[in-house]
T-cell receptor, first 115, second 113 residues
Framework: DAGVIQSPRHEVTEMGQEVTLRCKPISGHNSLFWYRQTMMRGLELLIYFNNNVPIDDSGMPEDRFSAKMPNASFSTLKIQPSEPRDSAVYFC?????????????FGPGTRLTVL | AQTVTQSQPEMSVQEAETVTLSCTYDTSESDYYLFWYKQPPSRQMILVIRQEAYKQQNATENRFSVNFQKAAKSFSLKISDSQLGDAAMYFCAYYSGTYKYIFGTGTRLKVLA
């Protein structure tokens, strides 16, 4: 398996622009997570999907952030409009929620820079 | 609410030596899992080792081992015979069986040649 795939790996944009981050989870996994990593706050869970349905979006910082999972093999995280404080590394992770510890497999992350 | 604390922002170790990274956590649960993840410069998060709270025996994976002290809520990672490839950020994480992992803020490990 190719693992969790994220694109782009790097994104540089200007304040006010729309940003879309993409994720392809591991085939067969039924859960998907979006995280944001910053020096100040570490790794924060933004949103959790189970069977394509958003279960917990309490970590989504503002209405400027939205996430979708139209099918089991694709998810997007959109920021509109983007702001400099959104600069961070965004990770997608997937999991098969049937084992006792439900190991999460992470993608390589997208480094977002908002100028 | 559960919390995970890594009090060492940065550690250094000489190549071939042993280093211990600290992690403490707070929970009222009795059944849970603890993990150490490695994040090298490539950013890829890699699971290093896992410990089930109900097991008294400390987990070991090759050069990596843990010291799990359940009463003290402590979970340290020992890396023996450190190698240059061990240089990375290391994250301690807690999982109690729902879906949410709680991560510490990380410890940056430098390996000196």
């Amino acid at each position: 398996d190719a693992g969790v795939i994220q694109s782009p790996r790097h994104e540089v944009t200007e304040m006010g622009q729309e940003v879309t981050l993409r994720c392809k989870p591991i085939s067969g996994h039924n859960s998907l997570f979006w995280y944001r990593q910053t020096m100040m706050r570490g790794l924060e869970l933004l949103i959790y999907f189970n069977n394509n349905v958003p279960i917990d979006d309490s970590g989504m910082p503002e209405d400027r952030f939205s996430a979708k999972m139209p099918n089991a093999s694709f998810s997007t995280l959109k920021i509109q409009p983007s702001e400099p404080r959104d600069s961070a590394v965004y990770f997608c992770a997937s999991s098969l929620m049937r084992s006792s510890y439900n190991e999460q497999f992470f993608g390589p992350g997208t480094r977002l820079t908002v100028l | 609410a559960q919390t995970v604390t890594q009090s060492q922002p940065e550690m250094s170790v000489q190549e071939a030596e042993t280093v211990t990274l600290s992690c403490t956590y707070d929970t009222s649960e009795s059944d849970y899992y603890l993990f150490w993840y490695k994040q090298p410069p490539s950013r890829q998060m890699i699971l290093v080792i896992r410990q089930e709270a109900y097991k008294q025996q400390n987990a070991t994976e090759n050069r990596f081992s843990v010291n799990f002290q359940k009463a003290a809520k402590s979970f340290s990672l020992k890396i023996s015979d450190s190698q240059l490839g061990d240089a990375a950020m290391y994250f301690c994480a807690y999982y109690s069986g729902t879906y949410k992992y709680i991560f510490g803020t990380g410890t940056r490990l430098k390996v000196l040649a």
